[in-house]
């Protein structure tokens, strides 16, 4: 795929916007097709109703049921990945390690950074959240505005989730990272410092499922500085294209 892409961008009325790229004039029509397709998916899962050919995507403003199906996919991430910290753990471990095993081993902070920022991709969520902040999401239709709110509040709930596993990853890979310097990142050590990890890791999953019963306000609609569907489609556009515990040292022993 060509390294720059030019991408257009124009206002339909009422609400719409229209986005087309030049790839074909450098790739091939089929890889614009494909392009659009992958731009499509991305925007539907946002809640736009979107439609795509191998000219054009058209945005045409909100879809009840793409916003449906996006709330449908938060509680999903929210019952699934996002309840496993255990996951998270060994991934951290497993990344550290690798990291820690490298001829010219980086510094001690850098190991944990590197096994945080693979735990962020793994997770997916954070960067997808990322991309839409400061957005304002409104809809004249009531049944729309409804969905919208549901579907920030939970958004809410899954930027809390993720920030519950990167401070266990930090705090995991941190503690493999000293653990590793004094006996070597083996299948011991690891198993180790999760065996270590388990009983803190259940009871940080029990708080943060209790969490959600204490009353936790969720975010209005509204608020933020306010971007024009064009803006929005602009911003998802360029996003696109580019052993025992005891005596280890390990901090719940």
Known sequence: MPTEVGIGVAQLAPDGVQVWTDIADVAGQGLAWVLHQRMARSLTRVGWHVVADEEQVLVLGWSTRCLSHRARLL???????????????????????QVHGARERPAHADIVTAACAEVTQQLGWPQRLADLDGWQRTSAV???QLLLAQ???????????????????????????????RTGPGRSARRQVLEAARPWLRARQILAASADLVGNPLPTVAGGP???LTDRV????????????????????
Request: proline share 1%; charged share 15%.
């Open 226 to 228: 306010a971007a024009s």
């Open 75 to 97: 509680r999903g991430a929210l019952q699934g990945r996002l309840a496993d910290f255990w996951a998270t753990a060994q991934h951290a471990v497993a990344c550290t390690a």
């Open 151 to 181: 579907v920030v509040g939970l958004e809410a709930k899954v930027r809390r989730a993720c920030q519950e596993h990167l401070v266990i990853a930090r705090l995991v890979a941190d503690t493999a990272c000293r653990q590793f310097a």
């Open 142 to 144: 009531a049944d729309q």
């Open 234 to 253: 602009i911003a998802a556009s360029v996003a696109i294209g580019r052993g025992s515990a005891a005596g280890s040292g390990l901090p719940w022993s």
